[in-house]
């Protein structure tokens, strides 16, 4: 007997105390039309109202999801990938001693675990499927019947070498990786050959953020429109009418933008994308790491400072002008763990093998930084601008040629994370995106900006102020 995924989710035997409840109508809507079943009762209206499509006649090979925040995404995704794991027979498309791998990937490790904890939880509730367990550990599953199921973070390494019946896209509008600024569309790329063979599924769920990225553009090419790529868009309480309204609506009065991301399924209007990839390309020097210093040049320095126990890094970058234009000539990042005063050690003498004696610090950073660059015989004083300033200034002059930066995946990746939001207020604030870091960028666009006298400093080092308190109490 075949198991369908309405059996699944409704028999009693399987996951019905789970998912067979009338708070689940819109999830069986839409997963029984994604396999092409016929609906029943109120998931017509249910599936009318989130795909803005007729009834399903056929399965559809590709689901994009727009869902909102507590919205069951999570349980989704768990059942769809025990489901194709446990209820499915691939044998006859192995070559000997392959396995058919249903792969979760997740936006970064903590969110892959979460994953991973629903999957293995219900696998263990149910007696029958526990007995199909071979091995487990903390990020994979080997069944009895030649599947198993993994979780990984995003990467386009990750799912290379794989036979894959499905792969589920977990907060695919929040993917971030480390060597690349497209990273949602080249892990996509390289998923649909691994589903080739085993004639795989893709699943995208995701809440929705900026108006860019995969997610976005295929909602923007097939939502309401009918074929093979299923696209639904549903607020949070559509999905799960458990969650209480009133949490909405307080998130609303707080931040009516966020929020309406994050529990009506919008993609936010008031987030951009800050500078393009090919603008950066354009700046970049290839082979270029660092220049070393050249006598009678003026050098600039600018630093981003850490404390040294979190997760931001402590960046140094050094530039000088050259006619128009500038040249960033050094960068220096030290992750944590690490010493502030062994890293300020270390960045003096760099400092100093460039002539530069004199450096600028935030006005609100305290005695701290002060004091440890005073030991280095460099003198502390105060700078005027926030990073976001320093970001707006930088682009003209990126995108108009006038800069020469150093090859960097790292400075890559933060220059092409940088967003602008504009707030209700009609301000408009430049800052990295969710889980990603600036750290380098910001050092680097400060000392552009430094050298290319801009700012009242006439050179040196400036520490943001959102260091403030760190450094206050130290």
Known sequence: MTVTIRDAMQDPALFGAQFGGESFTAWRALLCGFYGLRLEGKEHDAWRQITRRPPPVSA?????????????????????????????????????????????????????????????????????????????????????????????????????????????????????????????????????????????????????????????????????????????????????????????????????????????????????AFITREVVESCTIPGRVELPPITGTHYHAFTDPAGGSGKDAWTLAIAHKDGESVVVDAMRARKPPFSPAGVVEEFAALLTSYGIREVTGDRYAGEFPRELFAKHGITYTTADRPRSDLYRDTLPLMNSGRVELPESADLMRQFTGLERRTSRAGKDTIDHGPGQHDDLANAVAGAIITAHGKTKAAGGILIPARYRRRFANA
């Open 60 to 272: 559809a090979e590709e689901l994009w999801l727009v869902v909102g925040r507590r919205g069951g995404k999570s349980q989704a995704a768990a059942l769809l990938a025990v489901f194709e794991a446990c209820f499915r027979d691939y044998s006859d498309k192995l070559a000997p001693g392959e396995r058919a791998t249903v792969m979760v990937l997740a936006a970064d490790r903590k969110q892959a675990r979460s994953a991973f904890r629903y999957i293995s939880g219900l696998i263990e509730s149910n007696p029958m499927l526990a007995a199909l367990v071979e091995r487990q550990d903390s990020e994979s599953i080997d069944l009895s019947n030649r599947c198993t199921i993994e979780v990984h973070t995003a990467s386009f390494r990750a799912v290379r070498g794989y036979s894959t019946p499905l792969v589920i896209a977990d907060e695919i509008a929040f993917w971030r990786a480390e060597d690349s600024a497209n990273p949602d569309r080249e892990i996509i790329n390289a998923i649909r050959p691994a589903m080739a063979t085993l004639g795989g599924r893709l699943v995208a769920l995701s809440s929705p953020y900026a108006r860019r990225g995969e997610l976005y553009e295929t909602h923007k090419r097939y939502f309401g429109k009918e074929g093979e790529i299923l696209v639904a868009q549903a607020p949070s309480r559509t999905m799960n009418p458990t969650l209480p309204a009133r949490l909405v609506a307080r998130a609303l009065e707080r931040d009516e933008a966020s929020a309406k991301a994050e529990y009506l399924a919008e993609f936010r209007k008031d987030v951009e």
